[in-house]
Each structure stands twice: as structure tokens, then as C-alpha cells.
């Protein structure tokens, strides 16, 4: 189960400050000693608890908020259900902000007991993710900065590294360990609508942002991340923003070519900079499902870039290959299908 040992890499390397990230680059050495104790902890896990933590579940399962959508409802954690979804199938992830934002502390009660049920049943913690796209958005108090498409106008690379930094110190704070950002989809379609959340249309900006914003996350050394820091997961790979349509989450059609030259090389950046995940475009290249697309997600982000991360889906994206893409017979064989192709956790 390759991805469940890549993904309890990354658990370990989070909740330890000090643990080995499970990237390959020739520039950068594993740490024998994490190493030995993923090989450890793998070996007295049951398949069950190893395809669990291949599930990132939405907090909102868990308590009052059934929508997601920010409110004046406080949210209250369901512990009884907490307790048997995590029995039942031991998820290894946790992502969203129930509703409205919380405070630091509140944030780091509810992942305290998150994590406790979690080590109870699989003995590991969870790894919590949250879209802190422009500071820790989701933390009450915290401060904001401007949206990629602006901060990419200021052609200035250390304060969109500092961004960054401010960004993950405020989110490891809130006791999150991951952040599904930078957005490097190159903003090329005028109708496609969120161009905002990009830095721009051009591959050079882009993949000089990438870098100074993975740097800014995770530091200098992917391997030893510590408590000020937090892990990045570039986002969505690749030609997201190339829609036909216009329209979010549809088809794009661009020429090999441009793929390789133009779209990949923000994420080649981001890659090198030390990137401990992706996230995979919730569309099809070129008439394949990016999800099933073995030639981009394995052929050239894993074996090409000699990179062994962590690739996450976008929500609910597996569970379309069956629904709407209609290249699987059912929901078990969009599994296979994904996981095959190179996909190693589902956002579901």
C-alpha cells in the first residue's frame, strides 16, 4: 500500500516537527530514522486502517453545520458520531472550517479531540487541511492578505514568500498542519470565473510564485518542517483554468505542447521548491479525467519529477469518474481506477 506508507509519511512528518517528508528529489536525502518508524507503525496496521487513511472527511459530518456555508450557528462537535465514523473507518483526514471561522483555541480543542479518536482506533493522528489561500481565513482574528491575482501584481517575490510564512504561522497556530495552496492554474480563458484565485496568465510569474510560496509554507527543508510551518499542496493539476466552457470544473482541450511547456511548469517549480502534496484538477485534459490520467499524475509528476508526495483529489472528484465522466461501472471500480492512475487520498 504505497499510498498509505506516503501518506503516513506526511502524518508523522506534520505532528512531529521533525519527520522525514516522503519526497525523492536526488537533492533532498530521506530521514532514515522517520523511515524506519513509518515501516514501524505500517507494519502493525490492520488493510483496513491502511485504506482508512487513504479518506479525508469533511468536518461537517461530524457536528451541527450541514452545509458548510459560514453562519451565526456555533458549531458543536457530535463526539458519539466522531467515535463511530472513526471506528468504522478510519479516516486519515480531516478538512473544512464547520461553518464560521474559529478562534485559535476553539480550533485546536476540536482537532485535540479529533486526533484522540483517531490514535484510539488507528493509532495515529489525522492530518487536518483547510484552504488558507490568502492567510488563515478560516481563523478568527487572523490577518488577510491579498488574493493571488494581486499579489502576483506586485511582481515581488519576498513579499509573497512573507505572505506565505505570515499565513502558515497563523494556520500551525490554529493546530492545521496543511493548506491546499498555492493555485497555479494559468488564468488563459477570460470567462473562466475564478481567475482571482491565480497569480496569472503567464508560466514564468506563475512558477516564480510557486516557489517563494511553497518556500514561504513549508521552509527550506521539506524534510524537518517545524512548528511555525505548515505543508503546501499546489493546486489543480494541471489546466484547470483552461476550461472550454468558461465554466469551473469542465473540459479542457490544449495541445501537448503547451501542456508540458506552459501549465506543467508551475507545478515542476513547486516541486522542486520542496512541495509535500497536489491536488488533482477536478476536470478532464484532453478527454481523459484528470483522476484517471496515469500519464499526467504518474508518468510525469511522479516518475518524471522523481517526486513521491502526497496527491490529494478535489472534492468528491473520485466518486465522478462513475457519475459523471462515466468511465467506471460503479463507485468501486472509480476507485480503482483513481488509485491507479497515481491518486493516494480522496476528498470526499
Not at 515542476?268 to 500519464?295: C, F, Q, R, W
Amino acid at each position: 500500500m504505497k499510498a498509505a506508507k506516503l501518506l503516513m509519511g506526511a502524518i508523522m512528518m506534520l505532528t512531529t516537527f521533525t519527520a522525514s517528508a516522503q519526497y525523492s528529489n536526488p537533492a533532498i536525502k530521506r530521514d532514515a530514522k522517520i523511515e524506519r518508524r513509518v515501516e514501524k507503525i505500517l507494519k502493525k496496521m490492520t488493510l483496513e486502517q491502511k485504506v482508512g487513511q487513504m479518506a479525508e472527511l469533511g468536518i461537517d459530518m461530524f457536528g451541527n453545520s450541514v452545509t458548510g456555508v459560514a453562519d451565526d450557528t456555533k458549531f458543536v462537535l457530535k463526539e458519539d458520531v466522531l467515535d463511530a465514523v472513526a471506528k468504522q473507518y478510519m479516516f486519515g483526514s480531516v478538512l473544512n472550517a464547520p461553518g464560521k471561522a474559529l478562534t485559535a483555541q476553539e480550533w485546536n480543542e476540536l482537532i485535540e479531540k479529533i486526533n484522540a479518536v483517531s490514535i484510539k482506533y488507528t493509532g495515529v493522528p489525522t492530518l487536518y487541511g483547510i484552504d488558507a489561500i490568502h492567510g488563515a481565513t478560516y481563523t478568527w482574528a487572523s490577518p488577510l492578505f491579498p488574493q493571488e491575482v494581486n499579489a502576483a501584481a506586485s511582481f515581488n517575490r519576498a513579499l509573497v514568500r512573507n505572505m506565505a510564512e505570515m499565513t502558515a504561522y497563523e494556520v500551525r497556530a490554529s493546530n492545521i498542519a496543511w493548506t491546499y495552496s498555492p493555485t497555479l492554474d494559468l488564468g488563459r480563458k477570460a470567462s473562466w470565473p475564478r481567475q482571482w484565485e491565480s497569480f496569472s496568465e503567464d508560466a514564468y510569474l506563475t512558477s516564480e510564485m510557486a516557489r517563494e510560496m511553497v518556500l514561504g509554507y513549508q521552509g527550506d527543508d521539506p524534510n524537518h518542517i517545524d512548528r511555525y510551518h505548515i505543508a503546501s499542496c499546489p493546486k489543480h493539476y494541471m489546466a484547470y483554468g483552461m476550461t472550454n466552457s468558461g465554466q469551473d470544473r469542465t473540459p479542457a482541450y490544449v495541445s501537448i505542447a503547451e501542456l508540458r511547456e506552459k501549465h506543467f511548469a508551475p507545478f515542476k517549480a513547486a516541486v522542486e521548491a520542496g512541495a509535500l502534496s497536489i491536488m488533482v484538477n477536478s476536470a478532464s485534459v484532453n478527454g481523459i479525467p484528470t483522476h484517471a490520467d496515469y500519464e499526467l499524475l504518474t508518468v510525469w509528476l511522479k516518475d518524471g519529477l522523481q517526486w513521491d508526495g502526497m496527491i490529494v483529489t478535489d472534492w468528491a472528484d473520485i466518486a465522478n469518474l462513475y457519475t459523471r465522466e462515466k468511465i467506471a461501472v460503479d463507485y468501486k471500480d472509480a476507485i480503482r481506477i483513481s488509485i491507479n492512475a497515481g491518486v493516494d487520498m480522496s476528498m470526499i
